[in-house]
């Protein structure tokens, strides 16, 4: 059987083909059962050619989340202030940060403490980068009205971190203080990046 050879544009819909059946995978069967012939299978391909784009599932999962991530960011933040017509307020930052934890939104409620570990091992996206994850937060903060200028990066990026991890963990917590426990988290967040009283 000759071996099919697809062109530019072929290999970048089969690639978002696949992106886009990750994160349902997700949502129903987590990581672990979201195995490389299940996301092949619902992308209408075969196995073997998922191997084309990434080496294995941690490659393909950090690629997951960056997609996902870009493909979210316009439902997270507004229009009119991606294009720097208006800048987002607390109530907004906050319902962003929120969208973090949000099973209908994000990919890291489906994941667990251990998912996350074996990514940071397989790659390195997830390794802690304070100049990379300062770069990251200079630019969410440009889309911030009444935005701190003595921002503590370092802190922001540990305790958006502790937030995904704490949506990560939620079986292991107690589900009556969940809710409270995120919102604890985010306006601490919010208290470091905007200014006092706004």
């Given at each position: 059987m000759p071996v099919r050879v697809f062109d530019k544009d072929e290999k970048e819909i089969l690639r978002i083909k696949m992106l886009d059946a990750g994160f349902p995978l997700l949502k129903e069967y987590g990581v672990i059962h979201t195995s490389v012939a299940?996301?092949?299978?619902?992308a209408g391909i075969g196995t073997s050619t998922f191997y084309n784009f990434w080496q294995n599932k941690e490659e393909y999962l950090?690629?997951?989340?960056?997609?996902?991530?870009q493909k979210m960011l316009p439902v997270m933040i507004s229009e009119d202030v991606?294009?720097?017509?208006?800048?987002m307020s607390r109530r907004e930052v906050k319902k962003l940060?929120?969208?973090?934890?949000d099973e209908d939104v994000s990919i890291?409620?489906?994941?667990?403490?251990e998912d996350e570990f074996k990514l940071v091992k397989a790659t390195e996206e997830f390794t802690p980068d304070l100049?990379?994850?300062t770069a990251i937060a200079t630019a969410l903060i440009s889309y911030i009205d009444n935005a701190r200028e003595d921002i503590d990066y370092g802190l922001v990026a540990?305790?958006?971190k502790l937030l995904a991890i704490t949506a990560e963990s939620k079986d292991e917590l107690h589900a009556s203080s969940y809710e409270?426990?995120?919102d604890v988290i985010i306006e601490k967040i919010l208290n470091l990046i905007i200014k006092e009283g706004f």
């Open positions: 299940r996301i092949a299978k619902t950090t690629d997951l989340i960056r997609y996902h991530r991606l294009a720097h017509k208006r800048k940060f929120r969208s973090l934890v890291y409620p489906h994941m667990t403490l100049a990379k994850e540990n305790l958006t409270a426990t995120l």
